[in-house]
């Protein structure tokens, strides 16, 4: 970023978080969970999983990625699983020192279910230190997907596609409407965008228009 004035940054940023944070409770998770690469506001917003609230034994749990440091041992040496890595902190106390930093806290994780796997979605930091504790059992919200799935996509993902055509950085109208109609069959929450959020009352450009009614085709 090549903006000379740092003050104006700070102030711009704020600005635009506190209108952020007047969004929906749904958008906010999609938003925050986008911005952290992770896969929570996807499920949380899943119609389609059921959750259940249970008391789930560590060993059972398949270790998901954290940072490229922590990765190393976790998914490079324990192979994802709970039982080597208690392994590993028993007979090299040094790499437990690796996770001092993980802190315990008594709010349940949260698990999704994967073909019977369950695997962390939210939480890992939990489950670390309560491995690294002795700790055998860990408190989890199991997210089960009942039938196919049905994710809800971050409003500016769509509209990113529509502003870098209107900016001109790619003017491949094809390319964009097909993504447009994957995104439309990939989220179920994107024929309501394309209809409503970016309608011509919110997105005056007839051009843009016409490209959302070809994708809007069946």
């Not at 929570?40 to 034994?57: A, I, N, Q, S, Y």
């Not at 437990?96 to 939210?122: C, H, M, N, Q, W």
């Not at 230190?129 to 994710?151: C, F, H, M, N, Q």
Request: hydrophobic share 40%; charged share 35%; net charge negative.
């Amino acid at each position: 970023m090549n903006f000379p004035d740092k003050t104006y940054l700070e102030n711009l940023l704020r600005n635009l978080r506190a209108r952020a944070e007047s969004r929906a409770e749904d958008e906010l998770l999609l938003m925050y969970s986008g911005a952290l690469l992770n896969w929570v506001g996807d499920f949380l917003t899943d119609e389609g999983v059921v959750w259940e609230k249970r008391e789930l034994v560590l060993d059972d749990l398949y270790l998901t990625g954290t940072g490229p440091e922590w990765n190393k041992i976790i998914i490079d040496r324990c192979e994802r699983s709970p039982e080597k890595l208690r392994e590993l902190f028993t007979k090299e106390p040094e790499t437990a020192e690796v996770f001092k930093e993980a802190t315990s806290d008594p709010a349940p994780i949260l698990v999704r279910v994967d073909e019977g796997i369950l695997k962390v979605l939210d939480g890992m930091e939990r489950v670390i230190a309560a491995i690294r504790d002795g700790k055998t059992t860990i408190e989890a919200y199991v997210g089960t997907l009942s039938g196919k799935p049905k994710p809800h996509c971050e409003p500016h993902v769509v509209y990113d596609l529509l502003r870098a055509y209107q900016r001109g950085a790619n003017r491949d109208r094809e390319g964009l409407i097909t993504a447009l109609k994957f995104l439309r069959g990939a989220y179920t929450n994107v024929d309501g965008l394309l209809r409503d959020r970016f309608s011509k009352s919110w997105l005056p450009d007839d051009e843009i228009q016409e490209i959302i009614r070809e994708a809007l085709k069946n």
